[in-house]
């Protein structure tokens, strides 16, 4: 595992992002096999896990509270607020500095530390980031020592820009894959103008980039790829990254035929990995192999030069116009 500087601390290139592990959107995933993934990961050296309060409603922030109790390297968790429906008004309607400091507290309790690493916004409405009130509370909560850092995981590049105008942000999330190229242009020169770190979801576009696919796959009926493929719960683009499933397999037999050889997932993070304004990428895992088979992508060696020509070409001329929802 290779690591890159997040403010004063030095983080795992790749990352686990967990929202699997909340057992709501992705399938089930036991306890047992969510230890079973965070060692893993651990033990691969990773060191920064992503989640969110909505997350299974608190289930993935619970189940990495009780597994920081097992080891003792530290562990940097980012977690995020905003999305809860269950506040008074609902969402997206209260952004207050005392609902959103309840969200804060609860995770505080979930992951049972005393202080947030990272506390992220999740999504929030792009007026609610223009207004900038909500990172007025986010400074608070830091003055408060409730949080270590806060930054922000967005839809958009316009969301991308607003954020990176506010004092104080250590991070901006943001989904960045071989399916949303154009993101490193329109926002890393300016977050590494402003030395904020770069974390990149979504890296294996829900599955797609895997290779794994075909147009007979089907998902559980509590999967997010089957219930939301196409918008119907929230923003498409963050499933598959917006493209059309059966667009998205082509796309992905077209990608795999321009990569090294058949590791197809571990060359789509290892592209994402070559962009040195990325801090760190978080795929996440439902199984061991899965985490083992992310890591390995930081073991292999850049693309060339070529590559990164022939991936761009195909995405300018047919996957970027195919994108759905918000981006």
Partial sequence: ???????????????????????????????DDAFAILNAYVDGGGNFIDTADVYGMGVSEQVIGRFLKTVDEP??????????????????????????RRQVEDSLRHLDVPQLFLEQLHCIPTEEMRLGKVFDYLRKFKEEGLIANFGASVETSEEALICLEQEGLASLQIIFNLFRQHVADQVFAKAAEKGVAIIARVPLASGLLTGRFNQQTRFAENDHRNYNANGEKFNVGETFSGVEFNEGVKFSQQIGAMLPDERMAQWSIRWILDHPQVTT???????????????????????????????????????YNKIRGVY
């Fill in 1 to 31: 595992m290779n690591y890159r500087k997040f403010k004063d601390v030095a983080v795992a290139e790749v990352g686990l992002g967990t929202w699997q592990l909340g057992s709501a959107d992705w399938g089930n995933v036991s306890d």
């Fill in 75 to 100: 562990i940097y968790v980012a977690t995020k607020l905003g999305r809860r429906g269950d506040e008074p008004n609902g969402w997206p309607q209260n952004f207050t500095y005392d609902a959103m």
């Fill in 281 to 319: 990428v978080i795929p996440g895992a439902s199984k061991v192999s899965q985490v083992e088979s992310n890591i390995e992508a930081s073991t292999l060696p850049p693309l060339s030069a070529q590559t990164f020509s022939d991936l761009r070409k195909l995405y300018d001329a047919e996957i």
